[in-house]
């Protein structure tokens, strides 16, 4: 008789899955990577797969979460080693920690410029609900911490200007990754307005926001 296998040992095929799954991303394409593929590379059935996975968008919606959980965490150690700055230390601090994970290669990025447009279509409540209030725990937090640092941010103004953040950064990668063809018509007909420089441009535009936000919160006191 197969006996059932533990919870640890259950944890340890899904965090397999998850991290066979993050490798060949790390190489493809979220379209070209079949739930075959994963099943193969992990040397696991596609019945095993499905078991911990219902669909692929839950597999890749779980990967795109620990990235946020670990670039969250990152920010949290980060502010916790300053008592108070002010805005221009805040924004010099804030547009640093943005540039560093500003790669338009990595995991996060790419994953995050498809989240709402295909990842969040085909996932369950389960898989939506858990994550997410893990997520906006770690924004509370952040907020909080934001709150005793600088003067003139809330801790839910300090969650907008996160979210802010996040919608400049998904915006300006998917106006850079144009494909060849659009690429290539720009150059030839000098379209330079139309050229994005995803990190240069992303960052300019948060700074542009900081400065408003800092105006802003500075007339209403």
């Known amino acids: 008789m197969k006996r059932a296998m533990t919870e640890s040992a259950k944890a340890e095929k899904a965090k397999l899955i998850l991290d066979t799954a993050y490798e060949l991303f790390k190489k493809s394409t979220f379209n070209d990577i079949k739930m075959m593929d994963i099943a193969k590379a992990a040397n696991v059935s596609k019945g ?27 920010l949290m150690n980060l502010i916790s080693q300053y008592e108070t700055m002010s805005h221009e230390e805040f924004k010099h601090f804030f547009l640093s920690w943005m540039e560093s994970i500003l790669d338009p290669d990595s995991v996060l990025i790419r994953l995050n410029a498809i989240k709402n447009t295909i990842l969040e279509k085909n996932i369950d409540y389960e898989t939506a609900i858990k994550d997410k209030v893990d997520m906006y725990a770690s924004l509370e937090k952040i907020g909080e911490m934001l709150a005793e640092r600088v003067e003139y941010l809330t801790a839910e103004v300090s969650i907008d200007l996160l979210m802010a953040q996040n919608a400049i950064i998904v915006g300006y990668v998917n106006m850079a990754s144009v494909p060849d063809v659009i690429r290539k018509a720009i150059d030839e007909n000098e379209l330079e307005g139309f050229k994005v420089d995803f990190k240069k441009n992303a960052l300019a535009a948060m700074e542009y926001y900081l400065d408003g936000l800092y105006v802003q919160k500075k007339g209403e006191v």
């Open 48 to 74: 095993t797969l499905f078991n911990y996975y219902s669909t692929k968008e839950v597999l890749f919606m779980e990967m795109l979460y620990i990235e946020y959980g670990k670039h969250l965490n990152n």
